[in-house]
């Protein structure tokens, strides 16, 4: 596959925010809204959404949608289309991406430019990687209900990736000790496991994978950790990290994440080779990273090191 590194983002540019999955509320939408123009950027929304800046929530009448699903996937056509826009965020996660994506005409993007999401936005950002090879970002979002918009860790290490396509380290606990490399890929194992079986689930022969969750007890975690082996990801990886598995109010739970760890090395235990890791910081609470869908990733002894490729 030919990956593709969009161009970098530059003061000036216009970021077209859309909501594509659940409603969100409209102070912290106006907060990160905010924070975008200072610093130097155009925001552009759509024209329902900026008329939904004055209530309380987005389009509250679609309950757990932001709007109906013609209204959302016009959205998302128009900002990948229309050249003005040189980077996409959305508003938030929750669900609704998962709906839209056989209705994408995913044929008609010429132009890379930058995908920002994060949480349900998995299902949108892996296919946009499988189909068009566009590398992609995970981790801010403009409007997140809980309060947390663009700041912090998160926004620092967005605005080094979208403008400087820095390089990454992460201190890491490698369990298996042994020393790896392929493409980052993954995002919220919900979303991941819900892909299974279609088009949009992506190639992961040789990948490293990344994985975290919210709210999942650990008996759910182990069911969709069991549904990718039986669709063969742990005889195809070359490696899987995990992150915070978080609770309903984004307090990073460590057992969750041992347990995790330990159901990985049970289903990798026919691969020694493959390396399990654990302590990548990103994961539904504030103060995580923002990471790159579709980068080289290289896992030695206890550190992970994830940089852009280099493309004609």
Not at 3 to 26: F, M
Not at 50 to 66: M, R
Not at 82 to 96: D, P
Request: aromatic share 8%.
């Amino acid at each position: 596959m030919r990956r593709i590194v969009p161009p970098p983002l530059q003061p000036g540019d216009t970021i077209r925010v859309i909501a594509p999955s659940g409603p969100c509320r409209s102070d912290t939408l106006l907060s990160g809204i905010e924070i975008l123009s200072a610093q130097g950027f155009r925001v552009s929304l759509p024209d329902w959404l900026h008329s939904h800046l004055s209530k309380s929530f987005t389009h509250e009448s679609e309950g757990y949608l932001a709007a109906p699903d013609e209204l959302r996937l016009r959205d998302i056509h128009d900002a990948f289309t229309n050249n003005e826009y040189k980077a996409v965020i959305t508003t938030r996660g929750g669900f609704g991406v998962t709906r839209l994506l056989t209705q994408i005409e995913w044929s008609q993007w010429t132009k890379p430019k930058w995908f920002t999401g994060f949480s349900d936005t998995t299902a949108f950002a892996l296919p946009l990687y499988e189909l068009l090879g566009w590398l992609s970002l995970t981790g801010p979002v403009v409007a997140a209900n809980d309060g947390i918009a663009l700041e912090g860790t998160c926004w620092k290490s967005w605005q080094s990736l979208i403008m400087r396509s820095e390089s990454q380290e992460f201190p890491i606990s490698n369990y298996t000790k042994n020393q790896t490399s392929g493409v980052l890929l993954g995002g919220c194992l919900s979303l991941l496991t819900a892909l299974c079986g279609t088009r949009f689930f992506p190639n992961l022969h040789g990948a490293i994978l990344f994985i975290e969750d919210v709210n999942e007890d650990n008996y759910r975690v182990d069911r969709m950790l069991t549904q990718l082996e039986m669709c063969g990801v742990f005889d195809q990886i070359a490696g899987i990290v995990v992150g915070e598995f978080c609770d309903a109010l984004g307090n990073p739970q460590s057992k969750r994440n041992e347990c995790t760890v330990r159901r990985l090395l049970e289903l990798t235990a026919h691969r020694p080779e493959v390396v399990v890791a654990s302590g990548l910081p990103y994961g539904h609470y504030r103060d995580r990273c923002t990471v790159t869908i579709g980068a080289d990733a290289v896992i030695e002894n206890d550190t992970l090191r994830i940089t852009h490729p280099v493309t004609s």
